[in-house]
Nanobody
Framework: QFQLVESGGNSVQPGGSLRLSCAAS????????VAWFLQAPGDEREGVSC????????YYIDPVKGRFTTSRDNAANMVYLQMNNLKPEDTAVYYC???????????????????WGRGTQVTVSS
């Protein structure tokens, strides 16, 4: 079955770092663009970053530029989100999502993504 599973979420202090992992199973990730989304309680799901199928291009929303980095290891069927200098406003459930439809492109629209993980909680507080 086609699945994505996120891991690495935790509770950290402001300024701390986390690395989220997104593991694919049942399909070959190299054909898919992969994005990270976040959802805070009561809010709509919104994009954080994306990376094209080859890893040749990345996109980040302004609030995380310079702090977050997404990368992929297609041989391992894995995508990562390295989060540095975390802030309380980063607190949310983080989801990874894969899109066969856009492949070599990046988009922050949830409707473009076909396969979703179930999320991992990131909490940033003192």
């Amino acid at each position: 079955q086609f699945q994505l599973v996120e891991s690495g979420g935790n509770s950290v202090q402001p300024g701390g770092s986390l690395r989220l992992s997104c593991a694919a199973s049942g399909f070959t990730l190299e054909y898919y663009a992969v994005a990270w989304f976040l959802q805070a309680p009561g809010d709509e799901r919104e994009g954080v970053s994306c990376i094209t199928n080859s890893g040749g291009w990345e996109y980040y929303i302004d609030p995380v530029k310079g702090r977050f980095t997404t990368s992929r290891d297609n041989a391992a069927n894995m995508v990562y989100l390295q989060m540095n200098n975390l802030k309380p406003e980063d607190t949310a459930v983080y989801y990874c999502a894969a899109s066969w439809n856009i492949q070599a492109l990046c988009a922050m629209r949830p409707r473009e993504y076909d396969i979703w993980g179930r999320g991992t909680q990131v909490t940033v507080s003192s």
